[in-house]
């Protein structure tokens, strides 16, 4: 029986995979699917209906993947796919005998070959492919799926372009076929050490009956069984119908549509590869981090725009070049981002791994028959439409449009069917997009690359803060990791950090499990946090920090309650500052009241502020009064005013609050006038003498409860004190200006 590899094994021998995807795609390239292979079939004179059955050729052996299934399950997915692999490299040098038969036997006879050729290769390649799809599910990780095919897509588009590059020069010096013959045979080069390459690959050892090489046709109709399966087969096979046609006669658009030249047609693949390329390695980490669905859905989104883009292309224009390329970059980013998101949820959600021969055979079948059927409609249809011209509102009518049109709407429907599939994670499409629209994505990547090079403590503390700096929820992950490094200081920095990020449900669980642990120098800081990212769902975490045997914590988690307005804490709170004898925690206490706005507190609160000597300390009480009548923000302005230029500001206050008043207070006009005057003159002790006497002559029924409170206690604590504490004096300018009913 063979030995199930490792994870570790597989890691290491992935760079043969590496290797093979990045020759073969060379191969590819520069023969059956690349753009230069239609350009050739369109040399040798043959239609466009000929040129779909050609191309119809290689998805539709993809049927034979039902027979050979079993087979290739009991010979071995590796045996098999190294053998067939190699064959369909003496199949596909039979191109380069296509001038002689050419000059030999004319159209006819070039096409018989040429289906020869392309028949043999797209047996063996469906052959080998039937045993790839399952032997990948095996030696590929999924913990690292979409990382590493990314990598290897940015491996394969690196030698794509290159080779597209090379191909470009040799069409656009060559004449005739002997161009189409030097690319051909240089892919044919690197084919073979592609085949090199996947002889070094491990597992796809041949199964045993019981490991599933028992595997038969009545296991495959029970894939059929399957309603999640048939749901993304269905919904691919109606993509496939839709973009197959469009890309594979998109070269005949550019060139007799646009006005391009074969050499100019090669390079617009080189933007689609680099597209491509700009792209994969983070659709890929997106996809491990945060589903395959998101991902793919987002590629199918923008491939539903591409059929409107190619019919509003400027025709035989300066322009047409660029617009092309600009174009082909945008596909290949989508391209991309639907590859790795759909083959990803493929393997990880959509095909059992104990059955993936069975599965995965069905699914080639069933990819290879839709993708034939549309290679042959869609070459007939154009065929059908080729006398097509005309003018619609901004789209020129030509024997393209049907297909773009057709492909728009297929797309759509496909785009539907795909978000049925069951998804590998909960993260939707619209959370996946607030990852790049919220905060600063690209400042956001940049710090966590930076988070994981840091060397040390120091930068890696730096690089947490950082990641806050920059809001965005693709620092989550990371933020998280930081709360349980073994570095201290890095644990405490995530925590402010945290706090400075937008409420988010993992960081807000995270910090209240610090507030309820046991790591107590952290769980100050993070109950502090909790109350200043302000979710309520922290509120049972904070009440449980209430009842802390600590006071740190009790007095954070009862400013946090008090910031989130927990009006259920304030009967505890309350009654805990009329018996707590700590000052620290009456003050903590007697804030959150006044957040809470619970006006029973008031007279217990005037208790602790005359008690109290710390200025710091005296003010934040002063607030917690303030914030009983509202309008936090008056009453800011006036300790910051009080800072600067006293009696001026002292003046001003007054005249203001007499302009406010006028109508109701007209009988103490005098009074507030000459109170203005002396504040004015510096004359302090007066003003406040004079400012007294306003009070006692007010109508009190004009203010609300809490103001009228206020007053009259800051009136008897202003004659005690007299200019010593401010705290007073600010209070009642407060209560005078904003304390009205009609304030309220």
């Known amino acids: 029986?063979?030995?199930?590899?490792?994870?570790?094994?597989?890691?290491?021998?992935?760079?043969?995979?590496?290797?093979?995807?990045?020759?073969?795609?060379?191969?590819?390239?520069?023969?059956?699917?690349g753009p230069a292979f239609v350009l050739f079939l369109s040399q040798l004179h043959l239609s466009n209906t000929q040129i779909g059955f050609l191309l119809s050729l290689i998805p539709f052996t993809g049927l034979i993947a039902l027979a050979v299934a079993p087979a290739a399950a009991r010979f071995g997915y590796k045996r098999t796919y190294v053998t067939f692999f190699g064959i369909r490299k003496i199949f596909a040098a039979g191109l380069l005998l296509a001038p002689l038969v050419m000059a030999r036997f004319g159209v006819n006879g070039i096409?018989?070959?040429?289906?020869?050729?392309?028949?043999?290769?797209?047996?063996?390649?469906?052959i080998s492919e039937t045993a790839y799809f399952p032997w990948a599910q095996e030696f590929i990780p999924n913990t690292i799926r979409g990382r590493y095919t990314s990598i290897n897509d940015i491996m394969s588009r690196f030698t794509g372009i290159g080779s597209l590059a090379l191909g470009s020069l040799i069409l656009g010096l060559a004449t005739g076929l002997d161009g189409f013959m030097i690319i051909f045979l240089i892919g044919l080069i690197f084919g073979v050490i592609a085949v090199w390459a996947a002889t070094h690959i491990p597992g796809g050892a041949p199964m045993a009956e019981s490991a599933g090489g028992s595997m038969s046709y009545h296991h495959m109709l029970n894939v059929l069984k399957d309603k999640n399966f048939l749901t993304y087969v269905t919904a691919l096979a109606i993509l496939i119908i839709a973009v197959t046609p469009m890309g594979s006669f998109l070269p005949l658009y550019m060139t007799q549509q646009i006005g391009l030249t074969d050499s100019m047609v090669v390079t617009q693949q080189i933007a689609l590869l680099i597209g491509g390329l700009s792209s994969t390695y983070l659709f890929g980490w997106a996809a491990d981090r945060y589903g395959s669905k998101p991902v793919m859905?987002?590629?199918l989104y923008v491939k539903i725009a591409l059929p409107l883009m190619w019919m509003l292309m400027p025709r035989h224009s300066a322009l047409s070049a660029t617009a092309a390329l600009v174009i082909a970059f945008i596909n290949g980013a989508s391209d991309i981002?639907?590859?790795?998101?759909?083959?990803?949820?493929?393997?990880?959600?959509?095909?059992?791994?104990?059955?993936?021969?069975?599965?995965?055979?069905?699914?080639?079948?069933?990819?290879?028959?839709?993708?034939?059927?549309?290679?042959?409609?869609?070459?007939?249809?154009?065929?059908?439409?080729?006398?097509?011209?005309?003018?619609?509102?901004?789209?020129?009518?030509?024997?393209?449009?049907?297909?773009?049109?057709?492909?728009?709407?297929?797309?759509?429907i496909s785009v539907y069917l795909f978000t049925k599939v069951q998804a590998d994670s909960n993260v939707s499409v619209s959370d996946f997009a607030a990852l790049f629209t919220h905060g600063n994505p690209?400042?956001?990547?940049?710090?966590?690359?930076?988070?994981?090079?840091?060397?040390?403590?120091?930068?890696?503390?730096?690089?947490?803060?950082?990641?806050?700096?920059?809001?965005?929820?693709?620092?989550?992950?990371?933020?998280?990791?930081?709360?349980?490094?073994?570095?201290?200081?890095?644990?405490?920095?995530?925590?402010?950090?945290?706090?400075?990020?937008?409420?988010?449900?993992?960081?807000?669980?995270?910090?209240?499990?610090?507030?309820?642990?046991?790591?107590?120098s952290l769980s100050v800081v993070a109950a502090w946090a909790l109350g200043r990212i302000g979710d309520k769902d922290a509120?049972?975490?904070?009440?449980?920090?209430?009842?802390?045997?600590?006071?740190?914590?009790?007095?954070?988690?009862?400013?946090?309650?008090?910031?989130?307005?927990?009006?259920?804490?304030?009967?505890?709170?309350?009654?805990?500052l009329k018996t707590e004898s700590d000052r620290g925690l009456r003050i903590a206490y007697s804030s959150a009241l006044g957040n809470l706005r619970v006006s029973e507190a008031i007279p217990t609160l005037f208790e602790i502020l005359a008690q109290t000597e710390n200025e710091g300390?005296?003010?934040?009480?002063?607030?917690?009064?303030?914030?009983?009548?509202?309008?936090?923000?008056?009453?800011?302005?006036?300790v910051r005013q009080m800072r600067h230029d006293r009696s001026t500001a002292l003046s001003q206050m007054i005249t203001a609050i007499q302009r406010r008043l006028k109508p109701e207070v007209e009988v103490i006009g005098q009074v507030m006038t000459d109170c203005a005057d002396a504040f004015a003159r510096n004359n302090i002790e007066q003003g406040i003498a004079l400012l007294n006497r306003?009070?006692?002559?007010?109508?009190?029924?004009?203010?609300?409860?809490?103001?009228r409170t206020i007053l009259l206690e800051c009136s008897k604590r202003m004659d005690e004190f007299k200019t010593s504490h401010y705290e007073y004096l600010i209070m009642a300018l407060h209560a005078l200006g904003v304390g009205l009913i009609e304030d309220a």
């Open 1 to 33: 029986m063979t030995a199930t590899l490792t994870t570790t094994e597989k890691i290491r021998r992935l760079p043969w995979n590496t290797t093979l995807g990045a020759t073969n795609n060379i191969f590819a390239q520069l023969t059956f699917f």
């Open 111 to 126: 096409l018989v070959y040429i289906t020869v050729v392309i028949g043999g290769f797209a047996l063996c390649r469906s």
């Open 297 to 299: 859905l987002v590629g």
């Open 337 to 412: 981002a639907w590859a790795i998101g759909s083959g990803r949820l493929l393997y990880v959600k959509v095909v059992p791994s104990e059955k993936r021969g069975e599965y995965m055979a069905v699914y080639y079948a069933a990819v290879g028959l839709i993708g034939g059927i549309s290679q042959v409609a869609g070459g007939g249809a154009l065929d059908l439409t080729r006398n097509l011209s005309g003018q619609f509102l901004f789209f020129t009518i030509d024997p393209f449009f049907p297909l773009f049109v057709f492909g728009l709407i297929f797309t759509a």
């Open 442 to 520: 690209v400042l956001g990547l940049e710090s966590l690359v930076r988070y994981y090079r840091a060397r040390d403590e120091k930068e890696t503390v730096a690089m947490t803060e950082r990641m806050a700096k920059t809001k965005s929820p693709l620092t989550v992950d990371e933020l998280l990791e930081a709360l349980i490094d073994p570095r201290f200081n890095v644990r405490f920095e995530a925590i402010i950090s945290i706090s400075h990020m937008d409420s988010d449900p993992r960081l807000v669980k995270a910090l209240c499990e610090f507030v309820v642990g046991t790591e107590l």
């Open 539 to 576: 509120i049972p975490a904070l009440r449980h920090g209430l009842a802390s045997q600590y006071r740190s914590i009790q007095a954070h988690s009862a400013r946090a309650l008090g910031t989130l307005l927990d009006d259920e804490s304030a009967p505890v709170l309350l009654e805990r």
């Open 617 to 638: 300390a005296r003010l934040e009480l002063a607030l917690a009064l303030a914030r009983m009548i509202g309008h936090e923000h008056h009453f800011i302005k006036l």
């Open 694 to 707: 306003v009070i006692t002559m007010l109508p009190f029924d004009i203010y609300t409860p809490e103001a």
